[in-house]
Each structure stands twice: as structure tokens, then as C-alpha cells.
């Protein structure tokens, strides 16, 4: 399953919301549990990713709220609602409903 | 608190092998799903292996028959042998622990270890 995300930067105003998609190949939504098996990952210039969400919608214990993740089938959106600067960062989707595991190519998220 | 600590990385030219470890702690590796996720230079993340709770392992094509995952329970720690190092191996090697779905291949990492860095050149 390729995974697609875009857009591949986007700048942002702070206190402004930022959205990311991400499009997979396939549909990683699995109908006898009716979940999509999607992840989103947040990485810091320097530091390892960092689990923001799965199950595509829930968020990670300690996440702030104002990451929310949406979607189901093959398209998928992370929304930051109100940028910080502390979410500068490369924002990266994961399926995880077939072997091999595959994430998007990363969307880099800047301040205007 | 979960903690992976990984070592082992450094400069091995093409054919070599090298072995990393990750030393973890705060859960024991042995009731864990671990995995290896890479990230070349500037580039994104590809996971690499995983091993289960049960011992079981999994590959991705790309280093099946020249990486292997592997544990020790008294020490805790996690270990990937790679051998017949190719360049496009050169990468930061993330540890991270697996929540695999229904005992299965199939997961995502929540914790990660800082990294360590493998450098395939001649």
C-alpha cells in the first residue's frame, strides 16, 4: 500500500489551522472491525517521531486536543486547529492493515 | 516510563556487517512486540523488522536474508545483526515498541528510541 500525503510543506500563520492529508492506495478501513488502521507521527528536526494517533482518530495519551485526526477508507486528514510554535515539524501518516507497514513521504510544517 | 536506548551504529563499507542493540527499559522486551524503523538521510521512514512476543520475526523484503532481529531477556535488549551492508542500508536505525493488532505483523510504534546511525561507505 502506497501512502500519499500532501501537501509536501505548508506555512502557517500561528494560532492559524493546518491540514494534512493523506491518501492510501488501498482502503485500510477493515470491515470486520469497522477501525481504519492509520497513524500519524509527529517529527521534530533532530529528535525521533513521536505517536500522535491511531485507530485514525485517537489521539495518543499526553497529545495536545488541538491534533485531531479524521477520515476513513483512503483518505485521511490531520488537523492542527490552532498552530504553535512548538508543532513545527514533519507530520508523517502510517497504514498498518497489510505487511509491509508504509508511511507517507512527510509534510513539513512551517510558521509564516 | 518506557525507554529504548540504542547503540551499535558507526561506518562499514559495503559488504560489511554491523550489529545494533537497543537497550530497553521500563517494560520487559520479552511481553513486547519491538520493531526497526530507518530513515536514510533526509528522507522518510521505512520499517525494517519486527519480532514478536513470542520470539516470531519479520522482515520487509528489502533486508530479508541479510538483517536478523533477535533478544536477550536477561539483558533486555533487542538486537538487529545486518550483514552484506549495501549503501542504501545508510540510515538513522530507530528501535521502537510495536502495538501490534490481533498478535499480528500488523502495528504501530509509541515509543521510540533516540537512534543510531549507520554509515554503508567505501
Known amino acids: 500500500i502506497v501512502m500519499t500525503q500532501s501537501p509536501d510543506s505548508l506555512a502557517v500563520s500561528l494560532g492559524e489551522r493546518a491540514t494534512i492529508n493523506c491518501k492510501s492506495s488501498?482502503?485500510?478501513?477493515?470491515?470486520?472491525?469497522?477501525?481504519?488502521?492509520l497513524a500519524w507521527y509527529q517529527q521534530k528536526a533532530g529528535q525521533p517521531p513521536k505517536l500522535l494517533i491511531y485507530w485514525a482518530s485517537t489521539r495518543e495519551s499526553g497529545v495536545p486536543d488541538r491534533f485531531s485526526g479524521s477520515g476513513s477508507g483512503t483518505d485521511f486528514t490531520l488537523t492542527i486547529s490552532s498552530l504553535q510554535a512548538e508543532d513545527v515539524a514533519v507530520y508523517y501518516c502510517q497504514h498498518y492493515y497489510s505487511t509491509p507497514v508504509t508511511f507517507g513521504q512527510g509534510t513539513k510544517v512551517e510558521v509564516k | 516510563e518506557v525507554q529504548l536506548v540504542e547503540s551499535g551504529g558507526g561506518l562499514v563499507q559495503p559488504g560489511g556487517s554491523l550489529r545494533l542493540s537497543c537497550e530497553v527499559s521500563g517494560v520487559t522486551v520479552s511481553s513486547n512486540y519491538m520493531t526497526w524503523v530507518r530513515q536514510a538521510p533526509g528522507k522518510g521512514l521505512e520499517w525494517v523488522s519486527v519480532?514478536?512476543?513470542?520470539?516470531?520475526?519479520y522482515n520487509v523484503d528489502s533486508v530479508k536474508g541479510r538483517f536478523t532481529l533477535s533478544r536477550d531477556n536477561s539483558k533486555n535488549t533487542l538486537y538487529l545483526q545486518m550483514k552484506s551492508l549495501r549503501v542504501e542500508d545508510t540510515a538513522v536505525y530507530y528501535c521502537a515498541r510495536y502495538i501490534a493488532v490481533a498478535n499480528s505483523a500488523l502495528g504501530y510504534m509509541d515509543v521510540w528510541g533516540k537512534g543510531t546511525t549507520v554509515t554503508v561507505s567505501s
Open positions: 488501498q482502503s485500510v478501513l477493515y470491515s470486520s472491525n469497522s477501525k481504519n488502521y
Open positions: 519480532i514478536y512476543s513470542d520470539g516470531y520475526t
